[in-house]
């Protein structure tokens, strides 16, 4: 299957970091993904994690993927407001397709 | 210099009607999309093409019929509208897997 599931919401005040969780079902993924939806807009990639690496880190965000669970998270640290928007994961298995979870909202309270 | 830029960005129509939604993106990929994003802001692939080929169709309806004139350009015309149609389309180009690039969206909005 290729069903990618997001938590819907997740709020956080700033300055806290933020960690956004993500499942997939296909273990043959070869890279997975996250990228960022602002209002408005068209998605933007972040970042992204090969399937034999655990852990990534770009400046504030860290990427860690636990292959054997099929989970992956984003860690935003020193989140911002501007950091408010929609984030999603997404897998690639093969060939040009990707697959978008459900999506998480991440609200930034001063 | 807009990377992928999609008109129009609004489209308010009544159901029944055939509206064209067109994509160009200048930045020399061979690979673009359709994508389709719910109320519920998720977001599905429906149509792929690499260098004017279609490589990805999804289930849609044949309703939808993209085409691709040049790798440059990804057009999504749809027939005979329906409500269930209202969402915002989605072009994006890539490089490789994975790194799209997206546009702005279209709205549609079906009365």
């Known amino acids: 299957g290729e069903d990618v599931e997001q938590s819907l919401f997740l709020s956080v005040r700033e300055g806290d970091s933020s960690v956004i969780n993500c499942t997939y079902t296909d273990s043959s993924s070869t890279y997975l993904y996250w990228y960022k939806q602002e209002p408005g807009a068209g998605l933007q990639l972040l970042t992204y994690?090969?399937?034999?690496?655990d852990m990534k880190q770009d400046q504030r965000l860290t990427v860690l993927l636990n292959k054997k669970d099929k989970h992956l998270s984003l860690r935003i640290a020193d989140t911002q407001t501007g950091d408010s928007a929609i984030y999603f994961c997404a897998e690639s298995v093969g060939g040009n397709k990707l697959t978008f979870g459900t999506g998480t909202q991440l609200k930034v309270e001063l | 210099d807009t990377a992928v830029s999609q008109t129009p960005k609004y489209l308010v129509t009544q159901m029944g009607n055939d509206k064209s939604i067109k994509c160009e993106q200048n930045l020399g990929h061979d690979t673009m999309y359709w994508y389709k994003q719910d109320s519920k802001k998720f977001l599905k692939i429906m149509f792929s093409?690499?260098?004017?080929?279609?490589?990805i169709n999804e289930t849609v309806p044949n309703r939808f019929s993209p085409k691709s004139p040049d790798k440059a350009h990804l057009n999504l015309h749809i027939n005979s509208l329906e409500l269930g149609d209202s969402a915002v389309y989605f072009c994006?180009?890539?490089?490789?897997?994975?790194?799209?690039?997206f546009g702005e969206g279209s709205r549609l909005t079906v009365l």
């Open positions: 994690i090969f399937s034999n690496m």
């Open positions: 994006a180009s890539s490089p490789t897997a994975g790194e799209l690039f």
């Open positions: 093409y690499n260098n004017k080929e279609l490589i």
